[in-house]
């Protein structure tokens, strides 16, 4: 309309179009930049992460680390997006997670990050959804993994001695540091990656037996272009000798004692104050209870951190799963080990399967205190559904699939599983070994407590017994002429956290005895039930009809119909014993009666709709059927104490 005339002037209808096209274009163009990640809005970034006064400054600002640990290794990549959402609707402006050595490093020289170890992606995804990120590449992690991350391969030095400047470790960890450093410092935020801060080793206070090896831990990090904020991290004994020089400081723990804050405070003033790990839940072990924290009790402490004008980590935001034969183990003083089960729920704010739980809204809600804006929307829950149980059609002996593995090793004497001439010569790393040799009379068997960590042992095939560190003897019975002893050794998971780590060599680590005469003559079978072993099985004709009663151990078929998009579940087997699941090939981890765990996780997206295959390993009994569940089961509960 002409103002003027109060005469309207229609266009011409391409001009029309093209008005359209272009209010269409602002809309979208100032959505973008209202949305964009943060990483994105600084392309140049001045001032990365400071610790020059009582208070953290980012941008020479004052800067609060609200922080949550979420591990890539423990969460199927299909999922990685929806935690850190869920993360960042909770208020946490900070991911931290762990690099385990042992997954990016199987074998000496091999290198793997891709798919589900494409660190850059998740560091990536992260800065993409305005997240900050605190790495924390070890070499050691703890984390209740495996040898707490350190690669199995180390341990075929006899004189290996970990996380020290043992020559053969360190020619190791200059090795992986320039892998994986190479891939980390583009992403740093001097660079205008979202990485503010670097972690120096792991509660290196705790373990101390070598006083130059976090400096050379330091320099290795600075020497390949690591630039941002070094940090350590200990439980307060720690702090007394896991400092560095210009390295801040950080503490663990769960229940607050301000003496710790105290002590922080002294050995480090005018500095910030952060609690690195802040124990959301715990860990459960084999055999155990479930372990809970109370959600008013956590959130209490955390309200107290805030309170003290001090940063945080929530050690975890959320735990994941120990897929496949990745838990480790915890030592109790002088008792034996006490092994990881494969869930990692952790009791954490965000369950192992991604569910928002009663600490994830208390937390929310306290969060929210210390934003400006509103937070995000939470994001919708993954469906789950509970498919009806499957029955097992087929079965195939342990004895009967031998040859689908490599060749056996034969030797005198017992081969611990990380020197067997296996993997490229790298030795075994997880499942189980057979040991076979022959023996010609009755008697007591002794392992002089060289079995780790647990072994079912048979005679002619058939099962007299299983002994670990608590039996260590076993009769034998009368038998004719010369017969088979096997004994089927399975690692349960090496220590992460302690002094013993460089004696964590699993399957047979010396003589075993029988009636006191040490046996020799060996054939060794290295059984690490790896996805290429898990696929000739797959296609194996060997493969029989379930008979009624079926002998022991041996793999178990079964399969799944999906006639929908697939959904979360969990696996259930009551009336099994103990073994480990496989799904389409993908190991879901162990299973075993005693609990306190008795479901498995099944991620959807390891789904697929149509007929998915379920094989078991079973090490002793049967139900014949598999069942499933669309929670968790995760045992009786014992507070954290």
């Known amino acids: 309309m002409d103002v003027k005339t109060g005469i309207c002037v229609r266009l011409p209808l391409k001009q029309r179009y093209l008005l359209l096209l272009f209010a269409v274009a602002v809309v979208l163009v100032s959505q973008w930049i209202r949305h964009r990640p943060q990483s994105g809005r600084r392309l140049i970034h001045v001032e990365g992460l400071r610790a020059n006064s009582s208070q953290f400054t980012l941008e020479r600002k004052p800067f609060r680390i609200l922080g949550g640990s979420i591990h890539y290794f423990r969460v199927p990549r299909a999922y990685w997006e929806d935690r850190l959402l869920k993360m960042k609707a909770c208020g946490l402006n900070t991911l931290t997670t762990y690099v385990p050595w042992n997954l990016h490093e199987p074998e000496r020289g091999v290198f793997n990050f891709e798919d589900q170890l494409d660190l850059e992606a998740y560091i990536r995804l992260a800065a993409s959804l305005g997240l900050w990120v605190i790495l924390r590449p070890g070499p050691y992690i703890c984390a209740e993994w495996d040898l707490g991350g350190l690669p199995s391969w180390l341990l075929r030095d006899q004189n290996m001695k970990l996380r020290t400047t043992y020559p053969g470790f360190t020619a190791a960890v200059r090795s992986f540091f320039n892998e994986l450093l190479k891939r980390v410092v583009p992403h740093q935020y001097s660079k205008g990656g979202p990485i503010i801060a670097v972690q120096v080793e792991n509660e290196y206070g705790s373990y101390a037996k070598d006083e130059d090896y976090m400096p050379f831990i330091k320099e290795a990090l600075l020497s390949r272009g690591i630039t941002e904020l070094l940090l350590t991290s200990d439980n307060k004994e720690g702090l007394k000798r896991g400092g560095l020089k210009g390295v ?18 002294k050995i480090q003033p005018n500095k910030p104050k952060m609690v690195m790990e802040y124990w959301s839940g715990w860990f459960d072990v084999w055999g155990d209870l479930h372990h809970v924290f109370s959600a008013e009790e956590m959130v209490a402490v955390v309200r107290t951190i805030l309170t003290l004008d001090m940063s945080i980590n929530l050690y975890m935001f959320h735990g994941g799963t120990n897929f496949g034969f990745m838990s480790g183990a915890f030592e109790y003083g002088t008792q034996a080990p006490k092994h990881m089960v494969t869930s990692y729920d952790y009791d954490a704010p965000l369950s192992e399967a991604g569910d928002y739980t ?75 070994t057979l040991y076979e040799t022959s023996i010609t009379a009755a008697g007591s068997l002794n392992s002089n407590n060289n079995i780790r960590d647990r072994a079912l042992v048979f005679v002619d095939k058939h099962l007299m017994g299983v002994m670990d560190n608590k039996t260590q003897e076993l009769a034998l019975p009368e038998g004719k002429g010369k017969r088979t002893l096997s004994l089927l050794v399975e690692n349960c998971g090496r220590v992460n956290y302690g002094k013993t780590l460089d004696t964590q060599r699993k399957g047979l680590v010396g003589d075993i005895e029988l009636n006191k005469s040490i046996l020799r003559g060996f054939i060794i079978h290295s059984l690490s039930l790896k996805p290429g072993f898990v696929n000739r099985l797959e296609s194996s004709g060997k493969w029989m009809s379930m008979p009624q009663r079926p002998s022991f151990p041996g793999f178990f078929q079964a399969k799944l119909y999906v006639d929908t998009f697939p959904k979360d579940t969990f696996i259930k087997l009551p009336g099994w014993g103990k073994g480990v699941v496989f799904i389409n090939g993908r190991n879901l981890g162990r299973y075993w009666t005693i609990g306190p765990q008795q479901t498995l996780y099944v991620p959807g997206p390891w789904l697929h709709r149509g007929t998915n295959q379920v094989i078991v390993f079973e090490e002793q009994e049967t139900d014949g059927k598999i069942q499933f569940a669309s929670s968790p089961d995760y045992g009786m509960t014992v507070d954290v104490e």
Not at 377 to 402: F, G, K, M, N
């Open 248 to 265: 801040l400081e950080t503490i663990n723990f769960q229940k607050l004692r301000m003496d710790e804050i105290k002590y922080l405070d």
């Open 358 to 432: 009663t600490k994830y809204h208390l937390l929310r809600n306290l969060f929210s205190l210390y934003h400006t804006q509103p937070l995000h929307e939470l994001p919708s829950l993954q469906e789950r559904r509970a498919y009806h149980p499957v029955v097992i059609t087929h079965y195939l002996s342990l004895w009967d699939c031998l040859n689908l593995n490599d060749k056996p090793f034969k030797c005198e004497k017992p081969v611990n599983m990380e020197n067997l001439p296996v993997n490229n010569h790298n030795g075994q790393s997880y499942g189980y």
